[in-house]
T-cell receptor, first 119, second 112 residues
Framework: GAVVSQHPSRVICKSGTSVKIECRSL??????MFWYRQFPKKSLMLMAT?????????EQGVEKDKFLINHASLTLSTLTVTSAHPEDSSFYIC???????????????FGPGTRLLVL | GEDVEQSLFLSVREGDSSVINCTYT??????LYWYKQEPGAGLQLLTY?????DMKQDQRLTVLLNKKDKHLSLRIADTQTGDSAIYFC????????????FGTGTRLQVFP
């Protein structure tokens, strides 16, 4: 099946530093990847849609200068949390949309998530 | 607006069937999904149903869709302890946006 990886799986950083999270589709090319944020015991909130070779589309209320998204290739999207603060602590999950003949093209496959703790 | 609701918690005995319910408000949903999330992990796609279908069965999983009532359910037959997890329903409201709207999640606990 389609595999999506994230790195790192867990990161602890000091307030004011920047953190980069990578999302990779391992066995397929993904023209579109999505970044979600999940608070404890809560549902997933879509942050932005990342399209290869173009600017990301951010959801309302998400600061694009705070959460920088780069989708440089068909298998890699990165989310950089700039000048992180304790309120940015959360579980960040990416997904990649698989488009193959014979496969339900709306399917998103999710990474294992990255837990960010900002001290 | 888009709103997807689920009951927060379900507890079942091992071997029994589990039924997880989901209601949504947007009648233009095209695809509806069920995802499973184990503690500290990402989401695993379990199954999906197209909005013009009423039912879909996949091994132990049965999805029922009542489009008139905007109600979606996931039945897990012969529930096992390994099924303990959080289950999210999600919908896509427009073919072109690919934007998934997630439900609030149902925590399923299976006891021996």
């Amino acid at each position: 099946g389609a595999v999506v990886s994230q790195h790192p799986s867990r990161v602890i950083c000091k307030s004011g530093t920047s953190v980069k999270i990578e999302c990779r589709s391992l066995d397929f090319q993904a023209t579109t990847m999505f970044w979600y944020r999940q608070f404890p015991k809560k549902s997933l909130m879509l942050m932005a849609t990342s399209n290869e070779g173009s600017k990301a589309t951010y959801e309302q209320g998400v600061e694009k200068d705070k959460f920088l998204i780069n989708h440089a290739s068909l298998t890699l999207s990165t989310l950089t949390v700039t000048s992180a603060h304790p309120e940015d602590s959360s579980f960040y999950i990416c997904s990649a949309r698989l488009r193959l003949a014979g496969v339900h093209q709306e399917t998103q496959y999710f990474g294992p998530g990255t837990r960010l703790l900002v001290l | 607006g888009e709103d997807v609701e689920q009951s927060l918690f379900l507890s079942v005995r091992e071997g029994d069937s589990s039924v997880i319910n989901c209601t949504y408000t947007d009648s233009s949903s095209t695809y509806l999904y069920w995802y499973k999330q184990e503690p500290g992990a990402g989401l695993q796609l379990l199954t999906y149903i197209f909005s013009n279908m009423d039912m879909k069965q996949d091994q132990r999983l049965t999805v029922l869709l009542n489009k008139k009532d905007k109600h979606l359910s996931l039945r897990i037959a012969d529930t096992q302890t390994g099924d303990s997890a959080i289950y999210f329903c999600a919908e896509i409201v427009s073919y072109n946006t690919d934007k998934l709207i997630f439900g609030t999640g149902t925590r399923l606990q299976v006891f021996p």
